[in-house]
């Protein structure tokens, strides 16, 4: 029976490399379009820095990992044969709809698709004569609507922040692009490269498995200097780059943008694709 789930295992890991190359295909263009539609540097610079915001972010994303581990369910209340069947079917159905809502040319969300699919386990409620008031046990309600509820309300936030955000760009820059440039420039590059810097480097260093707990705290009880020591300093150096070397921030800012964006996609969705199947060996390793 050993050999059996091996071969699931097997089968698992063949089914998420097939899920990232179709989750990729789906959401490369999400942080490589604003760079190429641009033009902000040749097309192999742009997919170095992509190359490695992905690397970065699968490093930094190991509180992810839990979404498919003990996130929607809770784990403790499956026997070994029925969490391996329900991996095995979510990461099947994943490809499949992936794949199939990139043929029509749809986007969608790997989020959203790998919790509802594992929402599936529901039927292991039936499978042990379990009535459908016991579903609380089965599943952690809590947490999965926490998750849908979040990703319900990025939608909004998104929407406003970025009506916001360009409204705000095109009030500065849009009337008197040159003086406004070498007035402001260097402080619009300073909040911008700040603000990447703290969602990626001080928000992510959280979920990161090798960082030291101390050095965390350390960062949660000095954010505020941190993020104003990092904001004078790189103001002053882009106001230098500004006026002495006629540097174009704006190429600087989407570039960073792209290395945040391409983080933040493996801190989120690289791990939906490779987190069943971890989940599945965590289960196999303790069934052992």
């Known amino acids: 029976m050993e050999s059996f789930y091996v071969v699931m295992l097997v089968f698992l890991a063949l089914l998420a490399a097939f899920d990232l190359f179709v989750g990729v295909s ?7 379009s604003p760079a190429i539609g641009s033009r902000v540097a040749p097309f192999k610079i742009i997919m170095l820095v992509a190359s490695v915001g992905v690397l970065a972010g699968a490093t930094f994303s190991s509180g992810m990992m839990e979404i498919a581990r003990k996130g929607v ?18 990461m099947i ?37 379990e009535a459908l008031a016991d579903i609380g046990r089965y599943i952690n309600s809590g947490k999965a609507l926490t998750i849908i509820s979040g990703i319900l309300i990025s939608v909004a936030v998104a929407f406003i922040a970025g009506v916001i955000v360009q409204y705000l760009c095109r009030l500065i820059f849009t009337f008197n692009y040159a003086a406004m440039y070498r007035r402001v ?4 590059g300073g909040v911008s490269i700040t603000a990447i ?14 960082m030291d707990p101390g ?4 960062i949660d009880a000095n954010t505020w200097p941190i993020l104003a020591v990092t904001f004078c300093v790189l ?4 106001h230098v780059c500004i006026r002495a070397f006629k540097v174009n921030l704006f190429k600087l800012i989407i570039l960073a943008g792209t290395f945040a964006l391409a983080f933040a996609f493996a801190g989120n969705d690289l791990v939906n694709f490779v987190g069943v199947p971890l989940a599945a060996l965590d289960s196999y390793n303790n069934y052992l």
């Not at 369910?73 to 979510?90: C, H, R």
């Open 185 to 188: 420039g260097s402080v619009f």
């Open 197 to 210: 810097f703290y969602f990626l480097i001080m928000k992510g260093a959280k979920g990161s498995s090798f």
């Open 235 to 238: 103001t002053v150096i882009f």
């Open 93 to 129: 159905t994943d490809v499949l709809l992936l794949d199939a809502f990139n043929s029509l040319g749809l986007p969608t969300s790997t989020t959203v698709s790998m919790v509802f699919e594992l929402l599936a386990a529901f039927y292991s409620i039936y499978s042990h004569g």
């Open 73 to 90: 369910f809770y784990p403790q209340m499956f026997q070994f044969s029925d969490l391996m069947i329900v991996f095995f079917a979510v």
């Open 215 to 218: 050095f965390i705290k350390w």
């Open 26 to 32: 789906n959401d490369a263009v999400n942080f490589l």
